[in-house]
């Protein structure tokens, strides 16, 4: 398969799946986690949140007892909710931006261990995933992932580009 067709595969199947991941984001209200995420945001600043979590472990500190491992997240979602404000459909955004990203961190993966035919499908595959499965909209707006993300995307990244 020549480098045009993949981009071309590619880019249809990340507007696909960015598609499903955006589609009707704020149906739902929030949940008690996206509840108190969207709280912090909005109460503390990018600086304080970093300081709450590595002081105290806590994204909300004496508000919403929970242990947060996730720095980098909620660093960069604070930043993202200074550009774009606290909302539902804000919050699930950043989330559903990073699981549209996984779609090309897939295909990276599955190039770097396979062939581009399979890195074809495999991204096609987690792009419909949602269609297939609706528990993954809800795996996809997880907050555990877009961590993980980053550093796969960026070590796949830092090994083979797009066009090998």
């Not at 799946?17 to 912090?40: I, M, P, V």
């Not at 996984?102 to 190039?111: C, K, M, N, P, V």
Request: glycine share 6%; proline share 2%; net charge positive.
């Amino acid at each position: 398969m020549n480098n045009r067709k993949i981009i071309c595969f590619l880019f249809l199947i990340l507007i696909l799946g960015a598609f499903l991941r955006f589609y009707h984001l704020g149906k739902e209200s929030f949940w008690l986690d996206e509840g108190a995420t969207g709280l912090a945001m909005k109460k503390y600043s990018t600086k304080q949140i970093f300081t709450n979590i590595l002081d105290e472990g806590q994204l909300l500190p004496g508000y919403y007892s929970y242990n947060s491992d996730l720095p980098v997240y909620n660093i960069l979602l604070s930043v993202w909710t200074g550009l774009f404000n606290v909302s539902d459909i804000s919050l699930r955004a950043f989330s559903a931006l990073f699981g549209s990203l996984a779609i090309i961190t897939i295909f990276y993966l599955g190039r770097l261990l396979f062939d581009d035919k399979t890195a074809i499908l495999a991204a096609f595959l987690s792009s419909i995933n949602l269609l297939i499965n609706p528990i993954i909209i809800l795996v996809s707006l997880a907050k555990k992932f877009p961590d993980l993300e980053i550093k796969l995307f960026l070590q796949t990244t830092q090994r083979h580009s797009i066009s090998k």
